[in-house]
């Protein structure tokens, strides 16, 4: 049985706005082992499309490489939009170890109520995914669960969109699940008729373009 731990705490600041909720990286982060072109920092897989997206959406010049200079890059990126990182899984057990949401059990999430608290300046969750089961939203669904709470649709069009009010500070947050920014969300883009739409209109528009579009809407818009 392998423990995943998150390796990376939250990445929160003072007067930060938005905050991207994901569950864990892959594995490998956790027990070190890096593959050339990782990023040792949050969504540092040189798999994944979180990095890549907003390199484009914001003309970044990022760095994709295993040094610490890349890493300082993100960080002083997020700071300056004022976007923090706050995965909602802790820890969790797998009888395999890979990146699979579905292979999580005994999940321990983060009190995210608690930092939204502690950084009252937050007022939008982008989730990194939707409420397919083991994904962020589904996850925050299950934590408000626990603590009497709910979400409240707002917008029932992909990426949803949907709104709490934090049971202490009295402060609407609202929450948007963009689509995953990994390779196993293809098929479900390929799926979507928006993207089928777009890509009859150009032959050469691809899934990442589509990701670029809706995450250019979200994690600009004040």
């Known amino acids: 049985m392998f423990q995943h731990k998150h390796p990376y705490p939250p990445f929160l600041f003072k007067g930060v706005k938005k905050i991207i909720v994901g569950t864990l990286p892959p594995p490998r982060f956790t027990t070190g082992q890096l593959?050339?072109?990782?990023?040792?920092?949050?969504?540092?897989?040189r798999d994944g499309q979180l990095w890549p997206i907003?390199?484009?959406?914001?003309g970044l010049n990022l760095t994709f490489a295993t040094t610490q200079a890349a890493a300082e890059e993100r960080k002083k990126f997020l700071?300056?939009?004022r976007i923090g990182i706050c995965d909602i899984v802790e820890s969790a057990l797998r009888d395999?170890?890979?990146?699979?949401?579905?292979?999580?059990?005994d999940v321990v999430l983060r009190n995210l109520l608690d930092y939204l608290k502690t950084?009252?300046?937050?007022?939008?969750?982008?989730f990194t995914g939707g409420n397919s089961k083991n994904g962020p939203e589904y996850f925050f669904r299950r934590y408000l669960k626990q603590h009497r709470l709910s979400l409240?649709?707002?917008?029932d069009e992909v990426p949803r969109?949907?709104?709490?009010?934090?049971?202490?500070?009295?402060?609407?947050i609202k929450t948007i699940s963009l689509t995953a920014p990994s390779g196993a969300a293809n098929r479900a883009v390929g799926s979507m008729q928006a993207y089928k739409d777009l890509k009859d209109k150009n032959p050469h528009f691809n899934t990442l373009d589509f990701r670029v579009l809706q995450y250019q809407?979200?994690?600009k818009e004040n």
């Open 35 to 45: 593959k050339e072109g990782d990023v040792d920092f949050c969504y540092g897989s």
């Open 79 to 81: 700071i300056q939009q």
């Open 54 to 58: 907003l390199n484009r959406i914001y």
């Open 217 to 219: 809407k979200h994690f």
């Open 161 to 172: 969109i949907h709104q709490f009010t934090h049971p202490q500070t009295g402060k609407r």
């Open 119 to 126: 950084y009252p300046s937050i007022d939008t969750l982008l």
């Open 152 to 155: 409240t649709v707002v917008d």
């Open 96 to 105: 395999k170890v890979d990146a699979s949401d579905l292979g999580m059990k």
